[in-house]
């Protein structure tokens, strides 16, 4: 059976109450493409909201603890986000590895801690400029893919390459680069649905989806508006 495409927007620190109709927006255009996953990744605080208006649309968090609960002040577990209504978590993110300075052992377990909450898992993994410079983007991605899934067995978890080089700003890489990562890691995890994640617009999207070997897409800044995101869940159908 072939993998069904999964399209996941990453809010970051972004919205509040006045962003619910926005969400509602999207949740209705998911309701119009129904052969795509949809899913939006928002702040803790918009959760519940977040189901109340779109119910049906695949809501996350976007980190977890990697206990299921503690002395951990600030810190959100798994279970939390489970019970908040949450269905997913992002882990992983390149954000949470550089400013954080989160390791693939931590990474490991909170995937091994949020799966155990019923929780599916989007698992981020990409290199720097520097290792994409000295050619080491497939050696860093295989390390990072096996080590944050150590103990698991894969399931319930998509991975979402994305170029640590290319977040925020103008360049990507090319669609048959993608394309090859992508195959490298679905040759390392089998069954998986393999994302492209880092400054995705609907044109580059486009370009990507028509080569081949990604099945979809993690968004930041254009899933905040419902046309943009939109426009790339449109082109996925």
């Keep these: 059976m072939a993998k069904r495409s999964l399209l996941v927007g990453n809010w970051k620190m972004h919205g509040d109450g006045g962003d619910l109709p926005v969400i509602a927006a999207i949740g209705d255009a998911a309701r119009q493409h129904p052969a795509v996953d949809v899913a939006l990744c928002l702040p803790a605080t918009l959760i519940d909201r977040a189901r109340g208006v779109c119910p049906g649309l695949a809501i996350g968090g976007q980190d977890c603890h990697a206990e299921p609960s503690g002395a951990h002040t600030g810190d959100i577990s798994a279970p939390m986000l489970r019970e908040a209504g949450a269905s997913l978590v992002l882990l992983g993110h390149s954000e949470r590895r550089e400013d954080h300075h989160e390791g693939d052992a931590l990474i490991a ?99 990507m989806f028509a080569q081949g070997g990604v099945d979809g897409f993690l968004v930041g800044r254009q899933s905040l508006d419902a046309d943009t995101f939109t426009a790339i869940l449109a082109l996925m159908d």
């Design 109 to 207: 377990a909170k995937v091994r801690t949020a799966r155990a909450a019923g929780l599916e898992i989007v698992l981020c993994v990409g290199e720097t400029a520097e290792d994409h410079a000295a050619g080491r983007s497939a050696a860093v991605v295989r390390e990072q893919l096996t080590r944050s899934l150590a103990g698991t067995d894969g399931q319930g978890i998509s991975i979402a390459y994305e170029p640590v080089w290319a977040i925020g700003g103008d360049s990507t890489p090319e669609p048959a680069e993608v394309a090859v990562m992508a195959g490298l890691i679905h040759d390392t995890v089998s069954g998986t649905r393999v994302l492209y994640g880092g400054s995705v617009t609907a044109e580059n999207a486009a370009a």
